[in-house]
C-alpha cells in the first residue's frame, strides 16, 4: 500500500509550486461551460477499456489486450463471448457500426498491447474503420517491423500520417481528439510511456496509462482540464497504488474518477482495490465522484464539464 501522506505531501508542495500559487484541485463543476456529456465505458480487465458515445458511432479502446486478458479470473466473472476471441470481438464491434474506431495504446506492455497486432489487420479486413495513436517514436520507429509483420501499413493507420504524436502533441480523427501526456513508467523497448487526453462525446478524459503519481500531474490538471480520470491504481510491483491514485486525480482536477489496472495479477491489488480507491478518495478530495467498474460490464456516465475549459 502507499503512503497518502509523506508522498501527497511532497507532491503538493512541489505542484504548488511549480504553479505558482494556482489551486491544483480545479473544483469549479457547478459552472461548468456546457451541459453534462454521456459517455458510455467498458473496462476489458487490467489497464485496458473501452470509451464510446452512446450511439457508438465513435469507440475509443485505450489498450489493446483483449482475448488474452486475466482481469476476470479474480472477479469470479466469465469473461464474455464478443472478448473471448479476435473474431468473435471483430463481430461485435463491426456489428455496433463505429463511423470511427482508434485505438490508443499507452505503451507497449504484454498487458496492454498483447493483442495489438491480432486486433488491428482483423478490424481492417472486416471494413471496420480503425486507426491507432500512440507515442511517436514507437509508432514511427519502435513498431513499425511489427505492423509490417502483421501486413498493416502504419502510414495509413498510425494518426498523423504514421507518425504519431509526442508530448504536447495532438492527433484528431473525425470528432475525437488526442494529446499525449507523460507517465512515470518504463517500456519494453525503451520508448517513452504515455497516457492521453481525449476528447470524445463532449467529455475531456485523462487516461494516465501504467504510471506513478508526479508533481507534473498538477500542469496536467491547468493545461487541459479533463472532466474525468481513469487511473492505474494497483501498486504491487509496477504502479502507484489506491491512495496515490486518489492523489493524482485530485492534482488533475478532475470531477469524476475511474480505477483500473488491478486484479489482473497475482503482484497487483485484488478486486478490493476499488473500494480502497474509493475511501482514499474521500480523505483526499470527497468532492470527485467515484464509479467502480466490474470487467465485461458497460456502464453509461453522465460527466459534468470543467468549467475552466475554454
Known amino acids: 500500500m502507499s503512503d497518502p501522506l509523506s508522498r501527497g505531501e511532497f507532491f503538493g508542495v512541489t505542484a504548488v509550486a511549480g504553479a505558482a500559487g494556482a489551486s491544483v484541485s480545479g473544483h469549479e463543476f457547478a459552472a461548468a461551460s456546457g451541459p453534462p456529456a454521456t459517455l458510455r465505458i467498458r473496462w476489458y480487465g487490467g489497464g485496458v477499456y473501452e470509451l464510446a458515445t452512446p450511439d457508438d458511432k465513435t469507440i475509443v479502446l485505450v489498450d489493446a489486450w483483449i482475448w488474452n486478458n486475466t482481469g476476470f479470473k479474480a472477479f469470479g466473472i466469465e469473461k464474455p463471448a464478443e472478448l473471448s476471441s479476435p473474431a468473435a470481438y471483430v ?60 501486413g498493416v501499413d502504419s502510414t495509413q493507420v498510425v494518426l498523423n500520417g504514421g507518425a504519431g504524436i509526442n508530448m504536447g502533441g495532438t492527433a484528431a480523427y473525425k470528432e475525437t481528439k488526442f494529446e499525449l501526456v507523460p507517465a512515470v513508467h518504463s517500456t519494453a523497448s525503451g520508448f517513452p510511456p504515455a497516457g492521453f487526453i481525449i476528447d470524445i462525446g463532449g467529455a475531456r478524459i485523462y487516461a494516465s496509462g501504467d504510471t506513478d503519481v508526479y508533481g ?18 494497483g501498486n504491487g510491483a509496477f504502479t502507484m497504488g489506491p491512495d496515490d491514485a486518489a492523489y493524482a486525480c485530485k492534482l488533475a482536477g478532475v470531477g469524476q474518477a475511474i480505477p483500473v489496472h488491478y486484479a489482473h495479477n497475482p503482484l497487483v491489488v485484488g478486486i478490493h482495490c476499488g473500494e480502497l480507491f474509493r475511501s482514499a478518495m474521500g480523505r483526499i478530495d470527497p468532492k470527485i465522484a467515484v464509479t467502480l467498474l466490474r470487467p465485461g460490464e458497460t456502464t453509461t456516465l453522465t460527466i459534468a464539464r470543467n468549467a475552466a475549459r475554454v
Open 216 to 233: 507534473d500531474m498538477a500542469l496536467v490538471g491547468m493545461r487541459y482540464h479533463p472532466d474525468l480520470a481513469v487511473v492505474c491504481s
Open 91 to 150: 463481430a461485435h464491434i463491426k456489428g455496433r457500426r463505429p463511423e470511427a474506431m482508434v485505438v490508443a495504446l499507452t505503451h507497449d506492455h504484454g498487458d496492454h498491447m498483447g493483442d495489438y497486432f491480432e486486433l488491428l489487420p482483423a478490424l481492417l479486413a472486416a471494413g471496420v474503420e480503425v486507426k491507432t495513436v500512440g507515442q511517436s517514436d514507437l509508432m514511427r520507429v519502435g513498431l513499425v517491423p511489427k505492423f509490417k509483420a502483421a
